[in-house]
């Protein structure tokens, strides 16, 4: 279910690229023949890719794409490395709590305020909300790998292990 | 000074939270929002988290990213890599070593529609690498021909890193993508001449074979299947040049005409569009999240005052620039074997860009530097990004042949940044006969 939902969530990020791409291709081909530029498309093309990063982090955490550094923690014992996720996935959720709140209370206020954009005055804060809605889908992802985690750091000896799902990287 | 002790006290909470295995952007986040709390207090500094957020992700100069990733996943699902290579091969291929000379050119031409190295990488050495093993070429020659050249994926223009160095320093990204040219072509001719010269040494690890040898009418056929790749690099690199377009809109353009050619050539299936979808969000999400949260971290560097501090401290010791350089560098070599580079040229910057200009060095050159850093970051095991693509690539290769391979090439990468420093102007000269509004 989270899984289908973040691939969706990314697969609009794709389509919004597309949408980016082919807008500001007309912009450039109206305004070089015709010299009609479309006006508002660099703010438009701005706020798709708010949805692409912040819509597509939850599917990207699935794949392992978020980097991480495994240098240290590869030399170390199963269960420790079992342990350490459990550790590094609180400290990330608990600052996705923070930015989650953070940048919701920011919407709000746009929207307290009819803040607008500088060209085309569109209000912001729909686009706005994209960002602690998308955190907050990675942050489910998160919690779902988290149940993971713990389940097999209190297992069976063997399976004291860093849970798949996610690669670490680099 | 206590700025400087301050600013190296995040630093090693920083690298505290990347060795317990945290994201990286998490990583930069958590410092960022630990310093802003105790610098600026709760009101002022979560306002601050807000803002950078949403700044840095509707920033349009950042959008050239996501286009460009797209334009490089688009043509690598389209296989225009095919044609390429052996269309470079029909040509070179007379010369000793020539499947890996063709390998190398080939991936020098694809990096001028591709701002990505793993795509360059990808792209040339799915066709490449079995035409090579086939006529049985030494494995490290392979694959070390094929992980450097997708390296000049980067450094010739377009490319994704110049974007984030360019909007994170304010430095114009037109002109790096113009500066990247030169010191490309002259690194792609580097690595071929060691390839030609090892394959004079050891002939019998590069056998010769039929290409090179065909009908010139042939050779000349196959540049027809390439015109579209060549109208392709006219328009994204020409527009720029000309200050018809900014990047960000070159990169639409690019991404519209690839579409359009990898439909006509009709090798571009709904399926690969949707894997070029969610490549483009994976990458673009990655890299992105990285900067918002990096600039977060950067900007309680800049409340500290770490970087003009630094900048006195260094020019205190009344060092020649060329000795600060020359240590800047050595230390980035080390790291280069040790973390992931893209990251910690983000981290980075924001401390090494005032250091560096305030000695006096060029903007623009730097940013070319770094670039050549971050070729060599992708090649150098264990965390270079190349080498596991060439991994994923070549099967049953190795990660011995792979890095070994590779090692002479970062020699040459070191060798080219020696040369920039004593020819600055090997990047800078094309930049300066850009149109005036192009600047």
């Given at each position: 279910m989270i899984g289908r939902t973040s691939k969706a969530a990314s697969f609009l990020g794709g389509l919004a690229t597309l949408f980016i791409a082919g807008a500001t291709t007309s912009d450039v081909l109206l305004r070089y023949f015709v010299n009609r530029p479309l006006l508002g498309v660099d703010e438009v093309a701005g706020f798709l890719q708010v949805l692409v990063v912040f819509w597509g982090c939850a599917y990207t955490f699935q794949q392992g794409g978020h980097i991480r550094v495994d240098?240290?923690?590869?030399?170390?014992?199963?269960?420790?490395?079992?342990?350490?996720?459990?550790?590094?996935?609180?400290?990330?959720?608990a600052f996705l709590g923070v930015v989650c709140w953070v940048t919701t209370q920011s919407a709000l206020t746009a929207y307290r305020y009819q803040r607008v954009s500088v060209v085309m005055?569109?209000?912001?804060?729909?686009?706005?909300?994209?960002?602690p809605t998308g955190l907050a889908l990675m942050a489910v992802a998160m919690l779902a790998t988290l149940r993971r985690q713990l389940r097999a750091a209190l297992g069976p000896?063997?399976?004291?292990?860093?849970?798949?799902?996610e690669r670490p990287a680099a | 000074m206590s700025e400087a002790l301050a600013g190296i006290l995040l630093l090693a909470l920083l690298f505290l939270f990347f060795s317990l295995g945290l994201e990286i952007a998490f990583s930069l986040g958590l410092v960022g929002l630990l310093g802003l709390l105790w610098l600026k207090g709760w009101t002022i500094g979560l306002g601050v988290v807000g803002s950078v957020a949403w700044s840095n992700a509707s920033s349009f100069s950042f959008v050239a990213v996501p286009l460009f990733v797209f334009m490089s996943a688009i043509l690598l699902?389209?296989?225009?890599?095919?044609?390429?290579?052996?269309?470079?091969?029909?040509?070179?291929?007379?010369?000793?070593?020539?499947?890996?000379?063709?390998?190398?050119?080939?991936?020098?031409?694809?990096?001028?529609?591709?701002?990505s190295s793993v795509a360059t990488a990808a792209t040339i050495g799915m066709i490449a690498i079995p035409e090579m093993e086939r006529r049985g070429y030494h494995k490290p020659l392979v694959y070390g021909s094929l992980a450097a050249g997708g390296t000049l994926g980067i450094l010739i223009p377009p490319s994704v890193p110049m974007i984030i160095y360019g909007v994170m320093t304010e430095t114009s990204v037109g002109q790096l993508y113009m500066a990247g040219i030169l010191p490309g072509i002259l690194?792609?001719?580097?690595?071929?001449?060691?390839?030609?010269?090892?394959?004079?040494?050891?002939?019998?690890?590069?056998?010769?074979?039929?290409?090179?040898?065909?009908?010139?009418?042939?050779?000349l056929r196959s540049l027809v299947e390439v015109a579209p790749i060549a109208?392709?690099?006219?328009?994204?690199?020409?527009?720029?040049?000309?200050?018809?377009?900014?990047?960000?809109?070159?990169?639409?353009?690019?991404?519209?005409?690839?579409?359009?050619?990898?439909?006509?050539?009709?090798?571009?299936?709904w399926p690969g569009l949707v894997r070029a979808f969610h490549e483009t969000v994976r990458t673009t999400s990655m890299i992105m999240l990285i900067i918002i949260f990096a600039s977060i971290f950067s900007h309680v560097i800049a409340l500290l005052g770490t970087p003009r501090a630094l900048l006195g401290l260094v020019t205190g010791l009344k060092l020649a620039p060329w000795m600060v350089f020359s240590l800047i560098f050595?230390?980035?070599?080390?790291?280069?074997?040790?973390?992931?580079?893209?990251?910690?040229?983000?981290?980075?910057?924001?401390i090494?860009?005032?250091?560096?200009?305030?000695?006096?060095f060029d903007p623009v050159w730097f940013g070319i530097v770094m670039i050549v850093w971050l070729e060599m970051g992708f090649i150098t095991p264990p965390v270079g990004i190349n080498l596991f693509v060439i991994q994923g690539v070549a099967r049953g290769s190795t990660m011995r042949d792979i890095a070994v391979g590779s090692t002479p090439f970062v020699l040459i990468l070191i060798l080219l940044v020696v040369i920039l420093f004593f020819v600055p102007d090997l990047a800078l000269w094309l930049p300066r006969q850009m149109m005036p509004g192009s600047r």
């Open positions: 240098l240290v923690t590869s030399h170390l014992p199963g269960p420790v490395r079992a342990w350490l996720r459990v550790v590094t996935l609180l400290l990330g959720l005055l569109f209000v912001l804060w729909p686009a706005m909300l994209l960002i000896r063997a399976g004291r292990e860093e849970v798949g799902g | 699902h389209a296989g225009i890599g095919q044609s390429l290579y052996a269309a470079v091969a029909r040509w070179v291929g007379f010369l000793p070593g020539g499947l890996a000379v063709a390998s190398v050119f080939a991936c020098a031409i694809f990096a001028a529609v591709s701002g690194l792609g001719l580097l690595f071929a001449a060691y390839i030609i010269g090892y394959a004079l040494v050891y002939p019998e690890r590069a056998p010769r074979g039929q290409e090179g040898r065909a009908p010139l009418r042939e050779k109208l392709l690099i006219v328009v994204v690199l020409g527009s720029m040049y000309f200050g018809i377009v900014t990047p960000t809109e070159a990169a639409a353009l690019g991404v519209s005409m690839s579409l359009l050619l990898a439909v006509t050539i009709g090798r571009l299936t050595g230390v980035l070599i080390l790291i280069a074997y040790a973390l992931e580079e893209l990251s910690v040229m983000i981290i980075m910057l924001p090494l860009f005032p250091l560096v200009t305030g000695l006096g």
